[in-house]
Every structure is written in structure tokens, then in C-alpha cells.
């Protein structure tokens, strides 16, 4: 099928670590990408990892991708309120210019 | 540089009517992509252009058009709205060359409402 899972809710507490976790579909995406969405805007491009990798650290993130179970996380490290957004994870679909996106987890920072 | 700017950002059509959104990409940029975002379905894949050619296209009935001009700038086309057409249409471009480039950028959005 073309879902890609996510958990809906996170909470976490300003100062901590935020792991949002994601399964996606097809274990060729060579592609995997991570989009904050905050209220009434678009997408934006956080950061994405290439499937040869395992990890891919951008400061405050850590990208972590298991092809073998097709889980990938997004870590935020030392959490701030204004990281409370929606957090999409997505894959491109191997040979087309088509990227199914998980259906978002809202993360909740709180003070 | 620019960032992807879509219009109108809001909208407000009746039943049975039709409308058009326009999207503009970043400057160098061929590909653009529309997607739809609702509560229920999340965001699908409408269908992408590159170079006024219309490589893919998602699972929608053909209601749901589009075109690319040779400026690269993208409409999108509804036609006979339906109450569950409601939803942020997003639009997002990346460079779309021959290597399957792998960074695109969105737009804020088009929130339509149909009444």
C-alpha cells in the first residue's frame, strides 16, 4: 500500500529530546525526508537522508533510518517551543518525481 | 531568492463552480508539484510539470487539471466543486533535472473553502 505511518500526538517538555518515529512504504526509496509544517503555512524542508546512510546528524536533528525494518526518526535535540509544529515525514517513490507523505505528527512543546 | 509563492492564499467557491491557483517556483526551478491537504486524507499527490509536460499525476478524478507555461509558473484547475474539494492546495518546486533531484520547496498554500 502507499501509507506511510506516523504516531499523531507527541508531548514533550522544553529542555528535552523529541523523537518522532516514522514507517514508510517501499524499502527502494532511496529518498527520506522530514517537513515541519507550523500553523497556516506550507512545508518546510528540514532535512532528508539517502538510503546508503544510517544517520545523518544537522545540528539540532538527527535523522536515523533503519531500511531494514523501513522505520526512520527524527530526533530534536534540546527542544523549544517554537519547534511545536506538525512533522512530516515523506518518501520519494522510486524512478518518479511522486512523494507520498506520512499523515504528520503534532509535537507539543511545553513550557 | 524568492521562495515559491502561491495565489490567492484564501478562497471561497460555491458547489458546482470552478477555480484556478496559481503557483510560481523558485527562480532556476522547472518542477512543481501540487499536493492536497486535508484533516482526513493528509496530503496527496496531485500531479507534477516539468518543462510544460506533466510527468506524473496521483489519484484523482479529472476534475483536478493542470498546466505548466514556459516560464515555469504552474496553474491548477477544479471544475464542478464538491463540498470535500475544501482543503490547502500546496505547491512546492524543486529543479526536476534528468538526476531526479531530491530537495523540494513548498509554498504556503491556497486554503479553499466551498460553500
Known amino acids: 500500500g502507499e501509507d506511510v505511518e506516523q504516531s499523531l500526538f507527541l508531548s514533550v517538555r522544553e529542555g528535552d529530546s523529541s523523537v518522532i518515529n516514522c514507517t514508510y512504504t517501499?524499502?527502494?526509496?532511496?529518498?527520506l525526508y522530514w517537513y515541519k509544517q507550523e500553523p497556516g503555512a506550507g512545508l518546510q524542508l528540514l532535512t532528508y537522508i539517502f538510503s546508503n546512510m544510517d544517520m545523518k546528524q544537522d545540528q539540532r536533528l538527527t535523522v536515523l533510518l533503519n531500511k531494514k525494518d523501513k522505520h526512520l526518526s527524527l530526533r530534536i535535540a534540546d527542544t523549544q517551543t517554537g519547534d511545536s509544529a506538525i512533522y512530516f515525514c515523506a518518501e520519494k517513490v522510486p524512478g518518479t518525481y511522486k512523494y507520498i507523505f506520512g499523515t504528520g505528527t503534532r509535537l507539543k512543546v511545553l513550557a | 531568492k524568492a521562495g515559491v509563492t502561491q495565489t490567492p492564499r484564501y478562497l471561497i467557491k460555491t458547489r458546482g463552480q470552478q477555480v484556478t491557483l496559481s503557483c510560481s517556483p523558485i527562480s532556476g526551478h522547472r518542477s512543481v508539484s501540487w499536493y492536497q491537504q486535508t484533516p482526513g486524507q493528509g496530503l496527496q499527490f496531485l500531479f507534477e510539470y516539468f518543462s510544460e509536460t506533466q510527468r506524473n499525476k496521483g489519484n484523482f478524478p479529472g476534475r483536478f487539471s493542470g498546466r505548466q507555461f514556459s516560464n515555469s509558473r504552474s496553474e491548477m484547475n477544479v471544475s464542478t466543486l464538491e463540498l470535500g474539494d475544501s482543503a490547502l492546495y500546496l505547491c512546492?518546486?524543486?529543479?526536476?533535472?534528468?538526476?531526479?533531484?531530491?530537495?523540494?520547496?513548498f509554498g504556503p498554500g491556497t486554503r479553499l473553502t466551498v460553500t
Open positions: 512546492a518546486s524543486s529543479l526536476g533535472g534528468p538526476t531526479l533531484d531530491y530537495e523540494q520547496y
Open positions: 517501499d524499502s527502494s526509496s532511496t529518498y
